[in-house]
């Protein structure tokens, strides 16, 4: 298992992670800003977040791995290939979440779904609809980068390799204005 040091090491080499003084574009100032994308550039990174990631539902009998398009897609992929079982994702059509491509889900088949990043888990809850209108079990939640602060819960095993909450502050409370510290570029 990776350890978090790892973890965030990945994250911060593959600038997921960014540490600075930054203005967001609620107009709130903050010191780290996260774009979870960044990591899914590497295959290499990829397949080791995930890797661990399937290792933590390894004793579940898992049929499917699914994700709600598009961060999600290589996610399942990657531990889907792990578990040797098939990878699916979900799309909007008209903003409701669906399974289209032909991509079907049998019945009691157990399903395991994936996400790279989670702030509310809108997403994610929607996906579990999907899959339960297809008579298929939610038998678990696998998450790259949980940043709920570990606030969000699903009604099944959650895993997410990495938990967060970042702060940020309206500008005349900024600790870095107040340093006087240089604001960081975004890119
Ligand atoms: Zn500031």
């Given at each position: ?85 098939r990878a699916l994702f979900t799309e909007r059509e008209d903003g409701k979440m669906t399974l289209k491509r ?46 709920s602060g570990g606030k969000v819960h699903f009604g099944a095993k959650k895993e997410a390799l990495y938990t ?24």
């Amino acid at each position: 298992m990776l350890e978090q040091k790892e973890i965030l090491e990945i994250f911060r080499e593959t600038k997921v992670i960014r540490e600075g003084h930054f203005r967001l574009t609620s107009g709130r100032h903050s010191r780290v800003v996260m774009q979870c994308a960044q990591v899914l550039q590497y295959p290499k990174f990829t397949e080791r977040l995930c890797e661990d990631l399937a290792r933590r539902f390894k004793g579940l009998e898992l049929h499917a791995v699914i994700a709600p398009a598009i961060g999600g897609i290589i996610v399942a992929y990657e531990v889907a290939k792990i578990l040797g079982i098939r990878a699916l994702f979900t799309e909007r059509e008209d903003g409701k979440m669906t399974l289209k491509r032909g991509f079907i889900l049998e019945e009691d088949e157990n399903v395991l779904v994936v996400e790279d990043v989670i702030k509310t888990g809108g997403s994610v809850f929607e996906v579990m609809d999907v899959v339960r209108e297809h008579g298929a079990n939610v038998c678990g939640v696998g998450i790259l980068v949980d940043r709920s602060g570990g606030k969000v819960h699903f009604g099944a095993k959650k895993e997410a390799l990495y938990t967060t909450e970042v702060e940020t502050w309206e500008p005349e409370h900024c600790p870095l204005c107040h340093e006087e510290v240089p604001f960081s570029t975004r890119r």
